[in-house]
Each structure stands twice: as C-alpha cells, then as structure tokens.
C-alpha cells in the first residue's frame, strides 16, 4: 500500500521509512517544497506541528489536492489535545500517536479497503464530517467562540441518516476504529441514543431532538482542563468534583442558543441524575427527570462502558448491558429492558 508521507522536518522522513519499509510504499512530501505527484490510491499521513499556522496552511494545500485519497492519518502527541482537535478540524480520519499505533492504524486501513473493494462498508461520511463538527464545537468552546446550533443539528442529521442505512453495530466499530478521547465518546453517545429511539419508534422530530441532546450532551468538557479530561487513569475526589461540573457549565454555554429546545436543555444539565436522587448536578428524583433524560442517561452509560481507550479493551455489549441490569433503582426498569434489542443487536 502507498504511504504519502508529509511532514514539515526532513529528520522524519527517514525515521518513517525505517519504520514502514519495506512493507509499505512510503512517497514522502516536505511541506514548502513544490507539489509532489500523488495518486489517489493509499494512505495520506500527515506528522506536522498543527500549532503553527504556516504548516497548517500548507496542510490545507496538501488536503485540498489530495481530496481523492479516503484516508488521512495525522500523527500527533495525545496528551496535546488541541492537535487533536485541530488535526480533526483539517480533515483527519484517524489520529496517532506512537509508532506501533501507526502500523496496527496502517494494517486496519488496509483491510477496511480491501474490503471496501469487495462491497463492505467502510467509515463513512457521516462518521467523518460528525466527527470534524464535534472538533469544530469543541474547539470553538476552548477558543470562547460562539457555538453554532445548526453545526450541531447537521451533525446530528447526518449519523440519524448513517445509522438508519448500515445499523448501529456498523457504527459502533467504525466511531471505535477511528476515533479516541471525547470525540468517540460523544459520537457513539449520539449512535446509541438514535438506535434506541428508532427502534422504540420514536417520530422523526423526537429522535432528532435525542439525537441532539446527545450530540451536545457533554459540550461543558470543552470547559474542563485537559489534565483532568485526558487523564488515563482513576480520577482523584477533587479531579472528579471539577469533572462533574462539566453538565452545568454545558447548560450554562448554551441556554442563551437561539433556537435551543427546553428538553436538549434539560438533556444536556441532567444527564446524570438517577431516579433515586443519587445524581448531579441537581440531585432530581424520579418525577423530575424526564423521558429524553432517562433515555439519554443509559444510551450515555452504555457507550462509556463500550468505548475503546488506550489502555484497555472495550467492553463487551453483552457485559455493558448487564452492568445497565444491576442499576435497578436508578435507570427505569422497563426502559432498560426496552435497550436490551439496542444493546445486543447489530
Ligand atoms: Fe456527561
Ligand atoms: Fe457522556
């Protein structure tokens, strides 16, 4: 497979190829220096300093030219979140950060497009431009730009579409193959909502209004520092109180949105709340929490347990789903059994 390898230091180049070759075909592109003749075939990876604007730049001309190739793998450092983000907002379909990441990255890309050549789905467009409007909301919050809704109601559209044409198992794999950190969190929070109103048969304006309460659901993280957020880890008392500040500051961000709903609202602030007033940030009991919240809650639940993280395996649905069972008392009982056919079912 061809590797096209674009970096703004010559020093990285050969450390590439001594990683990569023989196995793969590495084309390397030093970025300032004339257009190299690329096909559209194989794999884009870019390795540049994203927090320089003149890179950046160059970047865009690269991505621009090279529209054609599918995917595009940025390598960056993880605990530098805002590269992240930013390697998301260029374009980006896989973020890397350490080399025997990149060749297991370079060895599922290639299956996923041998297999795309024989008719199977690979990650598709929703998942991309969902995935390019969680990193544009989230960097907007952290740079005290406005938020804008409709980013977030397109975004919203878009999975609602790409999970009624492949299913929510098919999204699951993908958001978990390509995507890390709080953006996987958030698109498979939004994957699991819609799966679980469409298939209690929810109308359309309902499940776009879960959908986009579970696209904005944990924005106020945006707020949260990026140690606490990212950190691999168990959470200290007085890291986990800052942490559970997070839906307040998320309600607070967007309660003056024109055109935001009450119940996104009321989704976003109370999404950890349980019926027997365990919960935060309100401590609400049972007759408080609303239908969009108590969904909102257990799709929420459900994919924290299922997310993929560098330093342990995800969790069986199966397994996920049983943890859901024992919170009797806390989640509703019959809404649970409803999720059983979200949780199992591809
Ligand atoms: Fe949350
Ligand atoms: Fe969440």
């Not at 709080?182 to 109308?203: P, Y």
């Not at 359309?204 to 880890?233: C, E, F, Q, S, Y």
């Not at 009991?285 to 995800?314: C, G, K, N, Q």
Request: glycine residues 8%; negative net charge; contains cysteine.
């Amino acid at each position: 497979m061809l590797v096209h390898f674009v970096t703004d230091e010559p020093a990285k180049i050969p450390a590439i190829r001594a990683i990569l070759e023989p196995q793969y075909d590495v084309r390397p592109q030093l970025l300032g220096h004339g257009n190299a003749a690329i096909s559209t075939d194989g794999v884009l990876m870019v390795d540049a300093d994203l927090r320089k604007p003149a890179p950046v730049e160059q970047i865009k001309r690269v991505l621009h030219d090279l529209h054609c190739v599918s995917e595009k793998l940025f390598v960056v450092q993880s605990h530098l979140h805002h590269m992240v983000t930013q390697a998301f907002a260029l374009g980006a379909t896989a973020v890397v950060s350490r080399p025997r990441e990149i060749i297991s990255k370079l060895e599922q890309i290639e299956i996923a497009q041998k297999a795309a050549q024989t008719g199977f789905a690979v990650a598709s467009s929703e998942l991309s431009d969902g995935a390019a409007t969680f990193a544009s909301m989230f960097s907007a919050i952290r740079e005290g730009k406005p938020l804008k809704l409709s980013d977030a109601e397109n975004a919203t559209s878009e999975i609602i579409s790409g999970i009624e044409q492949n299913g929510l198992g098919v999204w699951l794999d993908d958001v978990r193959r390509y995507h890390q950190g709080t953006f996987q969190h958030c698109l498979l929070v939004t994957g699991v909502a819609v799966g679980f109103a469409l298939s209690i048969k929810f109308a359309p304006a309902d499940v776009k209004r879960l959908g986009l309460a579970a696209t904005l659901h944990d924005i106020g993280k945006a707020r949260i520092p990026l140690g606490i957020l990212d950190k691999p880890g168990r959470l200290d008392p007085g890291e986990e109180e800052i942490m559970q500040r997070h839906p307040v500051i998320g309600y607070e961000l967007l309660k003056a949105l024109p055109g935001i709903s009450p119940e996104v609202l009321d989704g976003v602030r109370h999404h950890h709340e349980f019926l027997d007033g365990s919960g935060y940030p309100d401590a609400l009991t049972a007759p408080e929490i609303s239908d969009l919240v108590r969904l909102l809650t257990i799709s929420d639940i459900f994919a924290a347990l299922i997310e993929s993280r560098p330093y342990r395996p995800p969790m069986s649905r199966e397994d996920a789903y049983k943890i859901l069972c024992g919170m009797d008392g806390k989640l509703e009982r019959s809404l649970v059994k409803a999720f059983q056919s979200v949780a199992l079912k591809a």
